[in-house]
């Protein structure tokens, strides 16, 4: 098993996560599931705050994925609240299992390992997981220097202002939780 994460998910899962230092975010992956290869193209960055699968959450599932651009929900990312907790998120859980009840197919998840931020956000700091039988096995992710290059750049000109998740549209309609402006600020760097 695979997966493979381009440079903007990368970049704007981490940005996510520096956005809100002191808690846990959560958000969706989009892209291809095809065999034992999961590339992932796109995220919709969804809570900084609320528990998943809440109300706010279940509409959000059904926006993304009632979005007609071909994307299709993969799995989901977190970054923990503490620094050094590692490990498989029974909430990341529960929502990727919500994920693979709507999809029909193994979800994956992907984890932001908050200690490996350290150094400018040069460093791998990606770690996966896929459902196999009812539990959770970690698969690498690999990063290319210039994915690498791209998430540190993104944190030093402090992107991480502009990332809006499902909970800030609820708060402001008009903020475009898909990111797009974000997304052509961190292609910039690339």
């Known amino acids: 098993m695979t997966i493979e994460v381009s440079a903007l998910p990368y970049a704007t899962i981490v940005l996510h996560a520096l956005k809100y230092p002191a808690k846990a975010v959560y958000g969706l992956l989009l892209g291809e599931a095809k065999g034992a290869r999961v590339k992932v193209n796109n995220v919709v960055p969804l809570a900084h705050e609320a528990s998943p699968l809440s109300p706010s959450l279940e509409m959000a599932l059904t926006l993304v994925s009632s979005r007609p651009n ?52 040069q460093n791998e700091c990606l770690t996966g997981r896929q459902s196999n039988e009812g539990s959770w096995r970690e698969v690498s992710i690999t990063a290319s220097q210039d994915t690498l290059t791209t998430v540190s750049l993104a944190a030093q000109r402090r992107l991480h ?22 997304a052509a600020s961190i292609l910039e760097s690339y």
């Open 161 to 182: 202002r502009e990332v809006v998740d499902f909970e800030n549209h609820l708060d402001a309609p008009e903020s475009d939780f898909y990111n797009a402006a974000l």
């Open 70 to 121: 071909g994307e299709t929900i993969v799995g989901v990312y977190y970054a923990p609240q503490n620094l050094k907790e590692t490990g498989a998120s029974p909430t990341a859980i529960r929502l990727a299992q919500k994920i693979s009840a709507i999809n029909g197919s193994p979800a994956t998840i992907v984890e932001l390992q908050n200690v490996k931020l350290e150094g400018g956000c």
